[in-house]
C-alpha cells in the first residue's frame, strides 16, 4: 500500500482545523506570480522574458501585471547577490505513516555545515513565520544530515526592513523538533483529513468557508484573503 503523502501547507492547516479549504483569491495567485518570476529569474541568470511569462495563465488581472513587475524589479535590487544554492527546492521526508514534504523558496549553503533557509514573502503585513521556516529546516537536516546548523529567514520584499530572522537552529534540535511537533501527530492528521470536523483557529483567515462556517473565528470572518 502506497504511504500517503503530507505537505508542508496542509499539515500547518490541519493542525489549526481539520476542515480547512484553502481559497482561489487572487491575492495568493498574485503571490505565486511573483513567486515564479523571482525562482525563474535565479534560475535563467537573470535572462528573464517578464512578458511571455505573464502571458501564461495565472488567475491574476492583466492590470496587476506591472506590479509584479515592479516586485520583481524592487527584489533584483535588493538581491544583487550570487543566486542561492538551492532554488524552489522540494525535500521529502518518509515516516512510518507517510511522507513530509515541503519546498523552500531559497536555501543557501554555508560550508559544509550549516545552511540559510529562505521564504520570500509578497504580503504587506509581517506575520508569525516560524512553523513554516522550521518544518522547512527539519526537512533539511534530514535530508542533508551532515548539515548541523540551520538559520531561517523571512523576506518580505515589498518592505524596506522586511527581513525577519528566524533561529539558528541546531541539526538535533530540529530532528527532536520534528518527531515532537510533525511526526507524532501524523496518525491523527491523516484521520483527520478523512473526516474533517471544523474547530476554528488561525487557518480560518484564509479558508473559503471562513464567512459561512459557524466556529469561523471573529477576526476571520472580516479578514481579507491576503494569503500572499
Not at 524589479?73 to 512510518?96: C, G, S, W, Y
Not at 521564504?119 to 551532515?146: C, E, M, N
Not at 496518525?187 to 476554528?200: F, K, N, Q, S
Request: charged share 25%; aromatic share 8%; proline share 5%.
Amino acid at each position: 500500500m502506497t504511504k500517503p503523502t503530507l505537505r508542508r501547507t496542509e499539515i500547518a492547516n490541519l493542525l489549526s482545523c481539520s476542515a480547512y479549504e484553502g481559497g482561489d483569491s487572487e491575492a495568493a495567485a498574485f503571490g505565486s506570480l511573483v513567486h515564479k518570476l523571482i525562482h525563474a529569474y535565479w534560475l535563467e541568470g537573470g535572462l528573464l522574458d517578464v512578458g511571455a511569462m505573464l502571458s501564461e495563465p495565472f488567475g491574476v488581472s492583466p492590470d496587476r501585471f506591472d506590479e509584479a513587475r515592479d516586485l520583481l524589479a524592487r527584489f533584483i535590487d535588493q538581491h544583487d547577490t550570487a543566486p542561492p544554492d538551492l532554488i524552489e527546492h522540494k525535500m521529502t521526508v518518509e515516516t512510518r505513516h507517510a511522507f513530509i514534504t515541503g519546498t523552500s523558496d531559497a536555501i543557501h549553503l554555508v560550508g559544509e555545515d550549516t545552511a540559510v533557509v529562505t521564504d520570500w514573502k509578497t504580503a504587506w503585513a509581517i506575520g508569525d513565520a516560524s512553523f513554516q521556516l522550521k518544518t522547512y529546516a527539519a526537512l533539511l537536516v534530514h535530508t542533508r544530515p551532515a548539515l548541523t546548523t540551520v538559520h531561517g529567514r523571512a523576506d518580505h520584499i515589498r518592505l524596506n526592513d522586511g527581513v525577519v530572522e528566524y533561529g539558528p537552529w541546531s541539526g538535533e534540535e530540529l530532528r527532536e523538533w520534528f518527531e515532537r511537533e510533525i511526526v507524532r501527530h501524523v496518525p491523527a492528521l491523516l484521520a483527520a483529513r478523512a473526516t474533517p470536523e471544523p474547530t476554528g483557529g488561525a487557518a480560518c483567515a484564509y479558508c473559503r468557508k471562513r464567512l459561512t462556517c459557524a466556529l469561523s473565528v471573529a477576526p476571520a470572518r472580516d479578514a481579507p484573503e491576503t494569503a500572499e
